[in-house]
């Protein structure tokens, strides 16, 4: 339509320029009669929907330019009602298969023990009963019950919970889950068709079906415009006949309408995309612009939906980062989901483990093997032989179970060593991000998780939620959301399976894939593809500033467009000059259209060299971090382990504390500070970290003067309780002021947050997935 229309004004000008006016006018006629008719067709999809729209002005206005042969006047017009519905279908046509991510990752086949045989059959020939194998990694296909042994499964797609669920022989399994580790046999207790995956797709496809209703913006600012257009009209008609009532309806024609609202929503598209979200059409970015309320998962979105190593909690006297490097080795040859998590974070403190001289796994218990002529157990408590637990891992233990954490044990030569904590983190920018969803108009907050209650709360206090609604299942989420969107408008905000009806459902569904193509980023109406919640921030904030900017152009198009049409009817603006000078009308909404480009206030205020720096300190907040639970071990030591023990690991740690630590704040303070400072503007943005550093600094001589007046002599019972008085004051300080600025400064660099505890990858290795 756009070139068709376009050829022939151009075709027409270049006839009239050669002389053959005649010509030229039939092309010209063409041009309006074409967009004559793709005008009547807009009106005709109108009225089927019960709207009536601008495009009657534009019917109008090429019916009577053509009738009173103002044929120029009508071309201009077609041209730019094609420029504007060619903007608007490419704004909304990023169409998607909305379940073809579920679709792609469902099984197709099953492998079903037969006779003591192995046959491959299509999964709907998997009966109730049917005995099925699932190997390492692979999809259960359809629930069933667990029979040869006791298993570990990654759930995290349908319950939202990224840690391993173990499960014992008879605990039923559900389809879509994947097996984390060796092969395991299951007995079909549904058919494919019945199976929990099943259903997921389907209620994916029932909440495709009943799609969020949407008007385009430009069609409700339509109704007083037609009035006052008709008005204008009759006058102009019965001062100065049909010629100055075209002219009139000429200068009416509602480009601005047309062309400001596509504008706006491509340039948003665009700067939105140049920012890792993707929105899947401008209908998309409108509805977002209206949202009120937010109804976000809490794995992977929330937290990082990776399981962490956190702590190391090792037996008194020793090393923490030893017990890690070694269990860290024999893990290298498991394929158990836990076993990357390990790995990469004893590379990620710069240790390197070795390979074992032999290895052998239990599944569902754990791996034993042989390390420098050590044995080394890595696994469940009983298993290694810390059952009953000593009273050093009791606690921690106890700790990690109230704060939603899992525990491995590892045990060398036979004797327990340690306690390794796994969690899933909260995101450092998640805090920021709800700060910004607030404060672009987003009033109520909810999040919903399949994880247990204790965890969702104390995840749901940390970053600030209005509600916290926990051991959700996907249709108990998709209720949710329906009961939220009673209220008010509601994007919904996830990242698994489980998420995938709801995203579907919701006014707008948010999916955070970082990038990798999921049933929920599928299903989802914006894809954030970068490891970048605070992103989620922006997208409000651009949706809205980019509707503003719409609307700004639409008052100025139509205010300028009012005074051309009094100008045209009182008889001072002839057809063809109205039509020139409503495109300059065009080109000034367009223009103003384009500043929905340009970078937002929610754009990152840090330039690339700040993000490089933000990189550098996170880096060494992994180091930081390793002295952080060195220094809680050795002050838990204080008056258990023998004084010179004692006065040997503080003189160690104060070491560690003047050669690296303390460099460390210092080149924060100096170099780090004044780029924020910079950047964030405002009256010392930064003060309150600057005075942590004082404190953090004063800690550490104290703890040097009083190693100074021992004099290398033992300490006693009072020189113990102040060296543990002052080594939990500095782990508490220094703790929290490292958390805060991977909260508040350090999350602002444009690159993808880097996973928390492995920022080192480490080597390809047997086994590791």
Same mark, same amino acid.
């Given at each position: 339509m756009l070139v068709a229309t376009g050829v022939a004004l151009a075709t027409g000008g270049i006839l009239h320029l050669a002389g053959a006016g005649g010509a030229g006018d039939v092309a010209w006629a063409a041009s309006g009669g074409l967009g004559l008719a793709y005008a009547v067709g807009a009106v005709?999809?109108?009225?089927?929907?019960?709207?009536?729209?601008?495009?009657?002005?534009?019917?109008?206005?090429?019916?009577?330019?053509?009738?009173?042969?103002?044929?120029?006047?009508?071309?201009?017009?077609?041209?730019?009602?094609?420029?504007?519905?060619? %903007?608007?279908?490419?704004? $909304?046509?990023?169409?998607?298969?909305?379940?073809?991510?579920l679709l792609a990752r469902a099984p197709r086949t099953a492998r079903r023990l037969s006779g003591g045989t192995i046959e491959v059959v299509d999964l709907d020939q998997v009966?109730?009963?049917?005995?099925?194998?699932?190997?390492?990694?692979?999809?259960?296909?359809?629930?069933?019950?667990?029979?040869?042994?006791?298993?570990?499964?990654?759930?995290?797609a349908l319950t939202g919970e990224p840690l391993p669920v173990e499960r014992p022989v008879g605990d039923v399994v559900r389809s879509g889950v994947v097996n984390a580790g060796a092969a395991v046999d299951i007995r079909a207790v549904t058919a494919a068709a019945e199976s929990t995956y099943a259903g997921i797709v389907r209620m994916v496809a029932e909440a495709e079906a009943v799609p969020a209703p949407f008007v385009r913006l430009a069609d409700r600012w339509a109704g007083w415009f037609l009035a006052v257009t008709a008005v204008a009209t009759a006058v102009a008609f019965w001062q100065g006949g049909a010629p100055r009532a075209v002219a009139v309806?000429?200068?009416?024609?509602?480009?601005?309408?047309?062309?400001?609202?596509?504008?706006?929503?491509?340039?948003?598209?665009?700067?939105?995309?140049?920012?890792?979200?993707?929105?899947?059409? #401008?209908?998309?970015?409108?509805?977002? /612009?209206g949202c009120t309320t937010a109804l976000l998962d809490k794995t992977?979105?929330?937290?990082?939906?990776?399981?962490a190593l956190s702590t190391v909690v090792a037996r008194p006297g020793l090393d923490p980062d030893e017990a890690l490097r070694l269990a860290a080795?024999?893990?290298?040859?498991?394929?158990?989901?836990?076993?990357?998590?390990?790995?990469?974070?004893?590379? #990620?403190? #710069? %240790?390197?483990?070795?390979?074992?001289?032999?290895?052998?796994?239990?599944?569902?218990?754990?791996?034993?093997?042989?390390?420098?002529?050590?044995?080394? /157990? +890595?696994?469940?408590?009983?298993?290694?032989?810390?059952?009953?637990?000593?009273?050093? *891992?009791?606690?921690?233990?106890?700790?990690?179970?109230?704060?939603?954490?899992?525990?491995?044990?590892? /045990?060398?030569?036979?004797?327990?060593?340690?306690?390794?904590?796994?969690?899933?983190?909260?995101?450092p920018d998640a805090r920021r991000t709800l700060a910004a969803l607030r404060s672009a108009g987003i009033d109520r907050i909810v999040m919903a998780t399949g994880d247990r209650g204790e965890v969702a709360r104390m995840v749901g206090e940390v970053v600030g939620v209005d509600e916290v609604l926990s051991e959700q299942t996907p249709a108990e989420k998709l209720h949710a959301l329906e009961v939220e969107r009673r209220r008010a408008p509601t994007m919904m905000v996830g990242d698994g399976i489980n998420d995938?009806?709801?995203?579907?459902?919701?006014?707008? #569904?948010?999916?955070?894939?970082?990038?990798?193509?999921?049933?929920?980023?599928? $299903? *989802?109406d914006v894809v954030l593809t970068v490891e970048r919640v605070d992103r989620l921030?922006?997208?409000?904030?651009l949706a809205r500033r980019t509707r503003r900017i719409a609307r700004q152009s639409v008052v100025a198009g139509m205010g300028m467009s009012l005074a051309a049409m009094v100008a045209a009817g009182a008889g001072y603006l002839p057809a063809v000059a109205g039509a020139i000078l409503q495109e300059a009308i065009d080109t000034a909404v367009?223009?103003?259209?384009?500043? @929905?480009?340009?970078?937002?206030?929610? *754009?990152?205020?840090?330039? @690339?060299?700040?993000?490089?720096?933000?990189?550098?300190?996170?880096?060494?907040?992994?180091?930081?971090?390793?002295?952080?639970?060195?220094? =809680?071990?050795?002050?838990?030591?204080?008056?258990?382990?023998?004084?010179?023990?004692?006065?040997?690991?503080?003189?160690?740690?104060?070491?560690?504390?003047?050669?690296?630590?303390?460099?460390?704040?210092? *080149?924060?303070?100096?170099?780090?500070?004044?780029?924020?400072? =910079?950047?964030?503007?405002?009256?010392?943005?930064?003060?309150?970290?600057?005075?942590?550093?004082?404190?953090? $600094?004063?800690?550490? =001589?104290?703890?040097?003067?009083? %190693?100074?007046?021992?004099?290398?002599?033992?300490?006693?019972?009072?020189?113990?309780?102040?060296?543990? =008085?002052?080594?939990?004051?500095?782990?508490? +300080?220094?703790?929290?002021?490292?958390?805060?600025?991977e909260e508040s400064y350090l999350s602002l660099g444009e690159d993808a947050a880097p996973a928390p505890e492995g920022a080192l990858t480490p080597p390809p290795h047997r086994g590791a997935r």
């Amino acid at each position: 339509m756009l070139v068709a229309t376009g050829v022939a004004l151009a075709t027409g000008g270049i006839l009239h320029l050669a002389g053959a006016g005649g010509a030229g006018d039939v092309a010209w006629a063409a041009s309006g009669g074409l967009g004559l008719a793709y005008a009547v067709g807009a009106v005709a999809a109108s009225l089927r929907h019960g709207r009536l729209g601008v495009d009657v002005i534009a019917v109008a206005a090429l019916a009577g330019a053509l009738w009173v042969g103002e044929l120029l006047a009508g071309a201009v017009v077609s041209v730019m009602l094609a420029t504007g519905r060619t %903007l608007e279908t490419w704004a $909304a046509g990023r169409a998607r298969r909305d379940l073809a991510a579920l679709l792609a990752r469902a099984p197709r086949t099953a492998r079903r023990l037969s006779g003591g045989t192995i046959e491959v059959v299509d999964l709907d020939q998997v009966a109730v009963g049917d005995l099925i194998t699932v190997g390492p990694g692979e999809v259960v296909p359809v629930d069933g019950t667990v029979t040869s042994h006791a298993a570990v499964f990654d759930e995290s797609a349908l319950t939202g919970e990224p840690l391993p669920v173990e499960r014992p022989v008879g605990d039923v399994v559900r389809s879509g889950v994947v097996n984390a580790g060796a092969a395991v046999d299951i007995r079909a207790v549904t058919a494919a068709a019945e199976s929990t995956y099943a259903g997921i797709v389907r209620m994916v496809a029932e909440a495709e079906a009943v799609p969020a209703p949407f008007v385009r913006l430009a069609d409700r600012w339509a109704g007083w415009f037609l009035a006052v257009t008709a008005v204008a009209t009759a006058v102009a008609f019965w001062q100065g006949g049909a010629p100055r009532a075209v002219a009139v309806l000429v200068v009416a024609t509602p480009c601005p309408l047309i062309l400001a609202v596509p504008v706006a929503v491509v340039a948003g598209l665009s700067r939105s995309a140049r920012r890792g979200v993707v929105m899947k059409g #401008g209908p998309v970015l409108e509805r977002l /612009a209206g949202c009120t309320t937010a109804l976000l998962d809490k794995t992977g979105t929330i937290t990082t939906g990776r399981p962490a190593l956190s702590t190391v909690v090792a037996r008194p006297g020793l090393d923490p980062d030893e017990a890690l490097r070694l269990a860290a080795s024999v893990d290298q040859v498991s394929p158990h989901v836990l076993a990357r998590a390990v790995v990469s974070a004893a590379y #990620g403190r #710069g %240790l390197v483990p070795e390979p074992p001289g032999w290895a052998d796994e239990t599944p569902g218990q754990g791996i034993r093997g042989s390390v420098g002529g050590t044995e080394v /157990a +890595v696994g469940r408590a009983a298993w290694v032989g810390m059952d009953p637990l000593p009273d050093w *891992a009791r606690n921690a233990r106890r700790t990690a179970r109230r704060e939603g954490a899992m525990t491995v044990f590892v /045990a060398t030569g036979g004797e327990p060593a340690a306690m390794l904590v796994l969690e899933d983190r909260v995101r450092p920018d998640a805090r920021r991000t709800l700060a910004a969803l607030r404060s672009a108009g987003i009033d109520r907050i909810v999040m919903a998780t399949g994880d247990r209650g204790e965890v969702a709360r104390m995840v749901g206090e940390v970053v600030g939620v209005d509600e916290v609604l926990s051991e959700q299942t996907p249709a108990e989420k998709l209720h949710a959301l329906e009961v939220e969107r009673r209220r008010a408008p509601t994007m919904m905000v996830g990242d698994g399976i489980n998420d995938a009806p709801a995203l579907a459902a919701a006014d707008v #569904g948010v999916a955070v894939s970082g990038g990798n193509a999921t049933a929920s980023s599928e $299903a *989802a109406d914006v894809v954030l593809t970068v490891e970048r919640v605070d992103r989620l921030g922006e997208a409000v904030q651009l949706a809205r500033r980019t509707r503003r900017i719409a609307r700004q152009s639409v008052v100025a198009g139509m205010g300028m467009s009012l005074a051309a049409m009094v100008a045209a009817g009182a008889g001072y603006l002839p057809a063809v000059a109205g039509a020139i000078l409503q495109e300059a009308i065009d080109t000034a909404v367009i223009v103003n259209a384009l500043r @929905a480009l340009r970078p937002g206030p929610a *754009a990152s205020p840090l330039d @690339a060299a700040g993000s490089e720096l933000t990189r550098r300190f996170h880096t060494e907040h992994v180091a930081i971090r390793a002295f952080l639970e060195r220094l =809680r071990q050795v002050a838990d030591d204080l008056g258990v382990v023998p004084p010179e023990q004692s006065l040997a690991e503080v003189t160690a740690l104060q070491r560690q504390m003047v050669e690296e630590v303390l460099p460390h704040e210092a *080149a924060e303070n100096d170099v780090l500070y004044p780029v924020l400072e =910079r950047a964030l503007g405002g009256q010392d943005p930064t003060g309150t970290m600057t005075r942590a550093h004082v404190e953090i $600094a004063h800690l550490v =001589r104290r703890i040097g003067d009083l %190693l100074d007046d021992l004099g290398g002599a033992p300490p006693d019972a009072a020189d113990l309780a102040e060296l543990r =008085r002052l080594c939990y004051g500095l782990h508490a +300080v220094l703790a929290l002021h490292t958390e805060q600025e991977e909260e508040s400064y350090l999350s602002l660099g444009e690159d993808a947050a880097p996973a928390p505890e492995g920022a080192l990858t480490p080597p390809p290795h047997r086994g590791a997935r």
